[in-house]
């Protein structure tokens, strides 16, 4: 599928020194560095495209955005691949109950999901890639799958049996009790009679009256959520056959944590005979004044509805890097005028004749990063440099901050 418009990127100063990003890995419970690469892989899980462009998608997209502009910074290059689960049930059911076509409607969301991509800054993945047009990949994977016997039948779909990976459950670390919750909040089967496993994790759903469906050698049907990025990523990321792990980060919202996450690197560890990804890295919710946002409450933020009204996309790329990007956080609109507010400043102090000195701010901003993307750290370095060009202080040069808060932290003013 099309992906978005390319997002230029200055040059740096290559005095500037970036060590090695560290980031949290869920799977260790600690922040590591990613070890020294020429190239990277980064997979990050897509919307379904039914509800696009909320300020939950924009802050898991903008961190990790910020790894795909450190890692360039630093002189790498980033394979980045990004899924659109363009079928699955909340896209079915949304469609039918507005009386649209499944299609119509994820191709109205895809389209203004990238043109919020573009006006938040967010550097376009390599490969952005439809289920729909990567079935065949998805059903080869489940074939293989089958073929090394980690899949049973029920009725007319096919299971994957989530225990022929020894490491399951390891990326995520839920107790089974947990698990088990979560599995069936977010769209699992538990209690289905026929599953040798409660957490075993649908492949394949035989086709139903009325439901899109594709042909296989296991029948009619449609795919799983979690084959469908397990295979996108194997194949477009093209991993290295002597590498210890298949990618180096697996990378989604903090709900993905557990099924999908956790399923996908099993399935992908089957396929591959060796660890998924390096570091699975996960962003964290973000709430309205303090209440989470979500569909069943009606309090979602569309990025499109603010840029709509006006917003510059920088003041809400500016807000999101408030707080860490692992953590829940609350979305407000004094957050929001007050990102608004250091935007202009900082437009207006780059704007100045005179600047205060810039390397040192570049510096910390750098140092920030490099510690688990500590964005709030980074911003406060910034606001200082505001402050004192603001006091008259001189010596710095406005170019030189200007492309690096632009590489690094994609603040484009
Ligand atoms: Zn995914």
Redesign the pocket.
């Known amino acids: 599928m099309k992906s978005w418009a390319e997002v230029a990127i200055p040059p740096l100063d290559s005095s500037f020194f970036f060590p090695p990003l560290s980031l949290w890995d869920t799977a260790r419970g600690g922040s590591f560095p990613l070890v020294d690469k020429d190239l990277y892989r980064l997979y990050v899980?897509g919307i379904t495209p039914y509800d696009a462009t909320h300020l939950g998608h924009a802050a898991t997209y903008l961190t990790f955005d910020l790894v795909n502009r450190y890692l360039r910074a630093r002189g790498s290059q980033v394979r980045f691949v990004q899924?659109i689960t363009d079928i699955d049930d909340p896209l079915l059911e949304r469609a039918d109950r507005d009386g649209v076509d499944w299609r119509v409607l994820a191709q109205s969301q895809i389209d203004l999901f990238r043109g919020d991509m573009v006006n938040l800054h967010i550097l376009p993945p390599d490969h952005y890639i439809g289920v729909v047009e990567a079935m065949q990949l998805v059903t080869d994977s489940i074939a293989t799958l089958n073929e090394r016997g980690t899949a049973y039948s029920v009725d007319n779909d096919l299971y994957f049996q989530v225990h022929s990976d020894g490491a399951f459950g390891s990326r995520s670390h839920y107790s089974q009790g947990k698990m088990l919750e979560i599995f069936s909040e977010r769209g699992g089967d538990p209690n289905r009679i026929g599953k040798r496993d409660p957490l075993d994790a649908l492949l394949w759903l035989g086709h139903k009256d009325g439901e899109p469906s594709w042909p296989s050698s296991f029948g009619e049907g449609r795919p799983g959520w979690h084959i469908?990025?397990c295979a996108i990523a194997l194949h477009y990321l093209a991993p290295e056959s002597d590498a210890s792990t298949s990618i180096d980060i697996q990378g989604?919202g903090s709900d993905?944590i557990f099924p999908?996450h956790e399923m996908?690197a099993a399935q992908a560890k089957i396929l591959q005979g060796r660890e998924f990804a390096s570091h699975y890295v996960h962003a964290g919710m973000i709430g309205l004044d303090g209440v989470k946002m979500s569909k069943s409450l009606g309090n979602l933020v569309f990025v499109s509805k603010l840029v709509a009204s006006g917003v510059d996309p920088m003041a809400i790329r500016w807000a999101l890097m408030e707080s860490h990007y692992s953590v829940d956080r609350s979305w407000s609109d004094s957050l929001l005028s007050d990102s608004i507010a250091w935007i202009e400043r900082f437009r207006r102090a780059l704007s100045m004749m005179e600047v205060a000195p810039t390397s040192s701010v570049v510096e910390e901003v750098i140092e920030a990063q490099a510690d688990n993307l500590d964005t709030a750290r980074a911003l406060n370095a910034l606001k200082k440099w505001i402050v004192v060009c603001e006091s008259g202080a001189t010596g710095g040069q406005a170019g030189e901050l200007s492309r690096a808060m632009d590489a690094i932290l994609g603040l484009a003013l």
């Open positions: 899980c899924n469908e990025c989604g993905l999908h996908s």
